[in-house]
């Protein structure tokens, strides 16, 4: 892994003085070598199945957490933790976006893993996105939210009502959650629990609603908006 991230802009800035066409494909290639090697898989399949995966889960995301931070006052800075960020694509566009007040207010981009795998390929892919490594529930008990993101993470955990909970302590404001809904059939072996309206019964739900995710076919995925109890 790389040490610094003075060492990661001295190879961006050597790639792209080889010239426009071999510079493009050079800092792609350096962008895969980045990526965590998964037994069974090459490295290039991050990029082309996962990160658009990631990609696809934002958008689907994206109207509702536009509409919570238009609901802040404008100008006042706004806290975003991205729990499980996979590729950072909402990280990532969250950060660019509302990298100043331009289109309604600065948001400090946080993004919380429990894999360090991914730390460099965020330094040079996402630079304005403070990347950590850890659990939720190691998180100072001060550390707190505006806002808090989390797709499809919620489903890998064994007690999804805790997780909440979890989740929940670290926000002041508003939580968005998307998972695949009531996974009956075909359940993939790493979804845990089972996500459905009775998930979420003990919080404070904003709105629940099933949308067609490009990111998941021929199945429905739960977008839902939280609210913090102590936000009122």
Known sequence: MLETEGQIDQIVQTLSEAGPELASEAIQQYRVSLLPLVPGWDRIRGLEYDNPQTLAFATDAMPALISLIRS???KREIKFLDIGPGFGGASGLISEMFCSDFL????????????DTRRDYFKVAYPLVNFAVG???QAPKDARWDIVYCSNVIEHTSDPKKFLRDVMEHCDGYAVFLAPYNELENRSPAHFSIITEETFSEQNVVSFSLIDSLGWKNRKQALVVLRSYQAG
């Open 135 to 137: 659990d939720i529930t």
């Open 72 to 74: 802040y006052p404008k």
């Open 104 to 115: 309604w207010t600065k948001v400090h981009v946080d993004a919380l893993d429990i894999r």
